[in-house]
Structure formats: C-alpha cells, structure tokens
C-alpha cells in the first residue's frame, strides 16, 4: 500500500496481477492496472518524477509504470517484497528468498544487506527497517 500526493492511496493484489486505487476521502477502489506482465505485484513506491514503482514477488523484477506504459527498471532477482525511494531518489528494494536488500542508484546495482528472509521495507529519516520474516523482529540499517 502506497499513497501519492493527490489523495490516492495504491494497493497491490498478488495473487491476482492487480494494482488498486482508493480515493483517500470516498474510499472508492477501482481498478487502477491489471497485467500478466506485472507477475505477482508486491511492494509499491512513487518515485520522484510520479512513476509507480513496483515490486514483482513471481517475476523477480522491479517494474515502473507512468500511467500508460509499464517497463522493467531490473530484474533477474527471486521473490521481490518491499520497496522504498531515498532522499536521492535511489530506490531500496528486498528480495525475500534470496536474503538480500539492494539499493540501485544512478543505474548501479549495490547489495546492502544479506543473510536474513526480508520482508517488506520501510524507509524514515536514513533509517532503513528491515522486518525479519518469522523471527518477530525489525532491523535498523543505517542507509548513507
């Protein structure tokens, strides 16, 4: 579940290629983008230029979508669960089955953290929290 600046609020659906949006003030849901490409959609984030970012758990990529087209921003991962958008616009994402967390910056790809089952992401004031899947526990990563 992501939200925009314009009052509306995104939800993903995995299990059926779909993304919603929900009207912040009548809580009204349509169908926002529905799509085999989207191959099981996961965490969703706007970047600075109001792309949707979204993170593909059966596909294994991290996907943008402009309103009209969606394209591939990287792939080649397993299980992608959360993504956030730095400060800087670099984008953090975790890749639950493979035990990792990547940051792509300026087109460069860095492994951040590795050796646990992230889950979803969150990202607040350089602090990057990590919740560990089963293990009733949240890292803190420093994120310069």
Do not use: H
Request: with cysteine; glycine share 12%.
């Amino acid at each position: 579940v992501v939200c925009n600046r314009r009052g509306k609020v995104y939800i993903s659906d995995t299990q059926t290629n779909a993304i919603y949006e929900m009207d912040a003030q009548s809580l009204k849901v349509s169908v926002f983008l529905r799509s085999p490409e989207l191959q099981g959609p996961n965490g969703l984030a706007f970047l600075p230029d109001g792309r949707l970012l979204i993170a593909s758990w059966g596909g294994g990529k991290l996907l943008t979508f402009d309103g009209k087209e969606l394209r591939t921003l990287a792939s080649g991962f397993e299980n992608l669960d959360g993504v956030a958008v730095l400060e800087d616009g670099s984008v953090v994402f975790s890749d639950f089955s493979a035990g990792k967390v990547y940051r792509l910056k300026g087109g460069k790809l860095q492994e951040i953290y590795n050796g646990f089952y992230p889950a979803d992401i969150g990202y607040c004031g350089g602090l990057l929290l990590v919740p560990e899947f089963m293990m009733n526990s949240v890292k803190a990563v420093e994120i310069k």
